[in-house]
């Protein structure tokens, strides 16, 4: 029996398909979107031969193409009859500092990290005002909290627009809807892959998820994940002159 439904976007590597692993393995059926088809295709034959009750609805999807996001979520409620948690988890890590010539790159990183996330949780919303129920969540980053330099400066940029946008949305008090903003910190995944394996803090894939899947559970308004070190790296970053945080990242 189904516990009920998770929409993941960004769903075909790193952090969205491992949580789609594990949603799968705590009774969710899913609704898995990317732009790599032939990888969801792979991912949903994993979580079947894992989970063989489990139902796993896959859609293409592109989440700067506006008209697309709110196709796609309406069909995930129309195939799994009820969107109860929304995972809006699609992202973009290029960039380069300003003024160097890569607009293109940092638009691209803006687009996608903070538009598309945009038309994500307008379309999620229409459904869950709809149903007069579900839970929205938004995958920001620990580099929100304060401006990044070099090439990390639109990507911060574009997880802080992202974290006030859901900030936005809880404040509103939905009938039914409740909003999560979940701030991952060093987590192995595709995103980084060329990171040397030594960077301090660096979690595992599994592991930094389950912590990510763990506070998303509970609804957690905000999470710093995984809680150690991040929660104090948090606050830190919060009180400490930008000439020391800069220093940290």
Do not use: C
């Amino acid at each position: 029996m189904s516990r009920g439904t998770v929409v993941i976007t960004g769903a075909s590597s790193g952090l969205g398909a491992e949580m789609a692993r594990q949603f799968a393995a705590l009774g969710y059926d899913l609704g898995l979107s990317a732009r790599r088809t032939e990888r969801l295709e792979a991912l949903r034959e994993e979580i079947t031969a894992a989970h063989p009750d489990r139902r796993v609805v896959l859609q293409t999807l592109d989440v700067t193409d506006d008209e697309a996001v709110f196709r796609v979520m309406d069909r995930f409620a129309g195939e799994l009859g009820t969107l109860d948690r929304v995972i809006v988890n699609a992202g973009l890590g290029k960039g380069a500092a300003l003024g160097r010539g890569r607009f293109d790159a940092n638009r691209q990183t803006a687009m996608t990290n903070f538009v598309g996330a945009l038309a994500q949780t307008e379309a999620a919303l229409k459904v869950f005002r709809a149903q007069e129920r579900g839970h929205l969540v938004i995958i920001s980053s620990m580099s929100a909290l304060r401006g990044m330099r070099k090439a990390m400066t639109v990507y911060a940029a574009s997880k802080a627009g992202v974290a006030a946008l859901a900030e936005g949305v809880r404040s509103e008090r939905i009938p039914g809807v409740d909003v999560s903003v979940v701030y991952p910190g060093y987590i192995r995944s595709e995103m980084n892959e060329h990171v040397e394996q030594k960077t301090r803090f660096m979690a595992d894939t599994e592991t930094g998820v389950r912590a990510m899947v763990g506070a998303i559970e509970k609804r957690r308004a905000k999470a710093y994940v995984p809680a150690w070190p991040w929660v104090p790296i948090g606050w830190a970053m919060r009180v400490l002159p930008l000439s020391v945080v800069r220093k940290m990242a």
